[in-house]
């Protein structure tokens, strides 16, 4: 079954403690990206992937990184998280369409801060 | 950074009714898609537009691309309780997929 995967589902964590949110796709998609979305926000995008070791910012990238090695992950790190870092994290894999890309997103983690 | 501002933010509509979510920008985008979002889950992907004008029909929900590819509109005919959800619009932009802030639909049976 083609789908994006994301570890953990739901994280809480201290102020400072290194983490990593895990991100895998079976579907050979070149395209990875990061979101958070928080209430009346809606989804913006951390950083971008266009290829394996190719890694761009997004809207929001202050606090996080990023890494692609391989072309099936793209793990998210948050170094030193902070409770403004709380909210829901989806990482997404695409496939280009014509003018556009098809997004495809995992189920989301829900991190909390403390 | 370029915008995508969604209308109405909140629906709340009876089974029946029929509505239309707006998604405007100053910008013009090379593709604009609208996702449907239920709680728990990620955004589903529903359809993308990438010609001036182009009109997109699924089941009872029709999409619309301004002339200018700077806008777009979501119509939902006969509304019904699986209807509910959120609703995304997401423009691109070079590299980048820009989303508007949701349209949160409820519809009551």
């Known amino acids: 079954e083609a789908q994006v995967t994301q570890n953990p589902r739901y994280l809480i964590t201290v102020t400072g403690k290194k983490l990593t949110v895990t991100c895998s796709q079976n579907?050979?998609?070149?395209?990875m990206s990061w979101y958070r979305q928080d209430p009346g926000l809606g989804l913006r995008q951390i950083y971008y992937?266009?290829?394996?070791?190719?890694?761009d910012k997004g809207d929001v990238p202050e606090g996080y990184k990023v890494s692609r090695k391989e072309k099936r992950n793209f793990p998210l790190i948050l170094e030193s998280p902070s409770p403004n870092q709380t909210s829901l994290y989806f990482c997404?894999?695409?496939?280009?369409?014509?003018?556009?890309?098809?997004?495809?997103f995992g189920p989301g983690t829900r991190l909390t801060v403390t | 950074t370029q915008l995508l501002e969604q209308s109405p933010q909140f629906l709340s509509i009876q089974e029946g009714e029929n509505l239309t979510v707006y998604c405007n920008s100053s910008?013009?985008?090379?593709?604009l898609q609208w996702y449907r979002q239920e709680p728990g889950e990620g955004p589903v992907l529903l359809v993308t537009?990438?010609?001036?004008?182009e009109v997109k029909k699924l089941k009872r929900l029709t999409f619309q691309f301004g002339d200018a590819r700077k806008d777009s509109s979501l119509h939902i005919t006969a509304a019904q309780p699986g209807d509910t959800g959120l609703y995304l619009c997401?423009?691109?932009?070079?590299?980048?997929?820009?989303f508007g802030q949701g349209t949160e639909l409820s519809v009551k049976p």
């Open positions: 537009v990438v010609t001036g004008g």
């Open positions: 992937s266009m290829n394996v070791e190719v890694t």
């Open positions: 997404a894999s695409s496939r280009r369409i014509a003018s556009s890309y098809e997004q495809y």
């Open positions: 997401a423009g691109l932009v070079g590299g980048k997929l820009i």
């Open positions: 910008s013009v985008f090379s593709s």
């Open positions: 579907m050979n998609h070149e395209y």
